[in-house]
Each structure stands twice: as structure tokens, then as C-alpha cells.
């Protein structure tokens, strides 16, 4: 019997099964065990992917518009905000080729998450990423989506960035990934309408998973797992861990993961959220290289990207 909701064999009780769909406070999901599952589509093993990250961040932010709170200085925070806006721009004009001649010497290709904004800026970048998957990522860094925009602005939100990726890159993206996980109880319903087929913004699992339907369409997104543990500004600027020891946890996270896969025949993803002003600075893009080289070497291993992931639950739901 296969479970309709997420493309996933059912559990063997059908009364686990019930139980499972009324323990959530939410609607976006049921419950569910790891241990309980049965195989899914992918090939047994961690499937790492690398999302790269090409934001903009507005000079001066329009009024109402809103960014990560967190990103705060020592001075407060206010507008124009030089410092962290001149720190985004070095990412963008140097540390973005850093990122990229590393990955291609790693053998890496990435999925792109872009900002509308920033596309029309950066044609040079684009035309190094003419074989990139692209994901929808908002307008800007400065101008989240959240629970005060009304819904057709959110929506607007959604089909803007969407048509900036076709106008810039050609083709129109299969998933998303909020700008700084910022959502609202209706974006996976805006998502679906949009056309959209997966999200990257759930960190809840190490397996991909199918929402409920959803929006006036009531398609399913499937939910591909992007742990903020892995992404360069959550552990390395927000968590002040240094890109060392950053490097050494992901490592160490990969390993424990492929080793999980091995012993229990299981698969299991990974994503690794690259930001050229973090991971682009000279003093940390050392530790990248040395980070991808040692993944490479972990046993049963291998790289994929988002669409690619997404490719096999399609065929199988």
C-alpha cells in the first residue's frame, strides 16, 4: 500500500497511521517515525548537494521592508547600513569566483538560490553558471516575506522572483528556498499555485518528504531537507564558530550520516548552503577546499543536486 500523502510506503498498522496524522499542531505534515519508514526512492547512501547563495541587499531598504533581525552590529542596527552592506557587495565582486573555481575543482556543480534583485546585476556571475540548476529565493535579503504581507503581496512576491529567474537564466525554477527561512502560513499554498514541485526550507528530516497538498491547486510540494547546522552565515557569523571548527563539524556530520546509511541500507541528503561573503573571505575559503576535498573520501557518499533529488519521488508518487 503506498501512503498518498508522501509518496512513501505506509506503515504496516494502519491505526499507527491514523495516530500519526493527529499529533501535529500544524497542517503541512503528519509525524513520522525513521525507524518505521520503508525504503524511499533514492539510491541507498548520503546524497550531498551544495546550494549557493547570490543575494542582494539593498543600499537603502524601501520603507515597510523587512530583513533577518539577527544581522546586527555592534553600532544597532539602522539605514543605510555600510558595513554590512559593503561586506555583501565583496561576496558578490570577489568572493563569489572563490566559491566557484573551488567547486569546480571539487567536481561540484550547485543549485543557485538568487534574489531577483541581484540577477540584473551580475551577468558575469550568470554566464559561470550557465549549467547551474536555479531555485527561487524572494527579491532581496532585505525584503522578506512574513506574516504581516497580505496574501496576494506575498504572492506577487513569489511570481516576481520567479519571472526575474526566467528573464535572467532562461528557465524557470522547480524549488524554492525562502530568503533567511522567512515564510508564513500560506507560502507552500502560494508555492504549489506558482508551479513550483519542492522546498528547501524544512530542516526537519535527513530524508525528503511530501507536504500535504496544498493552495487553491492542492498540489504537494516534496520538502527536501537543508539543515541550517551546514549553511556558513547560521553556524559561522550568527553562531561565531570559526571556519575550522565549522569545517571539522560538517565534516563530522557527513560521516556520521554515511555511516547511519551504510549500517541501516538507507539514504539520506545533505545540503551544504555556501554564502560568498562567508565562506568567500580569503582568510576562510582555505578550509572549503580542504572541507570538500575530505567529503569526497567519505564511503558511500555521493553528489547530486536538488532537481536531480527531486527527480525520483516525482516518478515514484
Not at 521592508?65 to 546586527?72: A, E, I
Not at 556543480?109 to 549549467?131: F, G, M, Y
Not at 511570481?159 to 524549488?175: E, I, M, V
Amino acid at each position: 500500500m503506498t501512503d498518498k500523502f508522501r509518496g512513501f510506503p505506509a506503515p504496516a498498522l494502519p491505526v499507527l497511521r491514523a495516530t500519526l496524522c493527529t499529533t501535529m499542531d500544524h497542517p503541512h505534515y503528519p509525524y513520522s517515525a525513521l525507524p518505521l519508514r520503508s525504503a524511499g526512492p533514492l539510491a541507498p547512501g548520503l546524497h550531498l548537494f551544495v546550494v549557493l547563495y547570490l543575494e542582494h541587499w539593498d543600499f537603502e531598504a524601501p520603507a515597510g521592508s523587512l530583513r533577518d533581525p539577527r544581522f546586527v552590529g555592534e553600532f544597532g542596527s539602522f539605514n543605510p547600513d555600510y558595513r554590512s552592506w559593503s561586506q555583501r557587495e565583496y561576496g558578490l565582486r570577489i568572493g563569489v569566483f572563490r566559491l566557484l573555481e573551488a567547486l569546480r575543482e571539487a567536481g561540484l556543480k550547485p543549485a543557485v538560490a538568487a534574489n531577483a534583485l541581484v540577477l540584473p546585476r551580475i551577468p558575469e556571475v550568470i554566464e559561470r553558471l550557465s549549467d547551474a540548476q536555479w531555485l527561487g529565493h524572494g527579491l532581496a535579503a532585505t525584503r522578506m516575506m512574513h506574516s504581516n504581507m497580505p496574501e496576494p503581496e506575498q504572492a506577487l512576491h513569489i511570481a516576481d522572483s520567479l519571472q526575474a529567474l526566467q528573464k535572467h537564466t532562461g528557465r524557470p525554477p522547480l524549488g524554492w528556498l525562502s530568503q533567511d527561512w522567512g515564510t508564513t502560513a500560506q507560502t507552500y499554498g502560494l508555492l504549489a499555485d506558482a508551479g513550483l514541485h519542492y522546498t528547501l526550507d524544512w530542516g526537519n528530516d535527513d530524508q525528503p518528504y511530501w507536504l500535504e497538498p496544498a493552495g487553491t491547486s492542492a498540489r504537494r510540494l516534496l520538502a527536501l531537507p537543508l539543515s541550517s547546522e551546514w549553511d556558513d552565515v547560521q553556524g559561522q557569523w550568527l553562531r561565531h564558530v570559526e571556519a575550522p571548527a565549522h569545517a571539522a563539524l560538517i565534516l563530522a556530520g557527513a560521516q556520521r550520516m554515511a555511516r547511519e546509511c551504510l549500517a541501516q541500507g538507507r539514504s539520506a541528503v545533505m545540503g551544504l548552503g555556501l554564502h560568498p561573503w562567508v565562506w568567500g573571505m580569503p582568510s576562510r575559503i582555505t578550509h572549503l577546499r580542504r572541507l570538500l576535498a575530505d567529503l569526497h573520501n567519505i564511503e558511500g557518499l555521493r553528489t547530486a543536486r536538488p532537481d536531480d533529488l527531486y527527480a525520483p519521488y516525482a516518478r515514484a508518487s
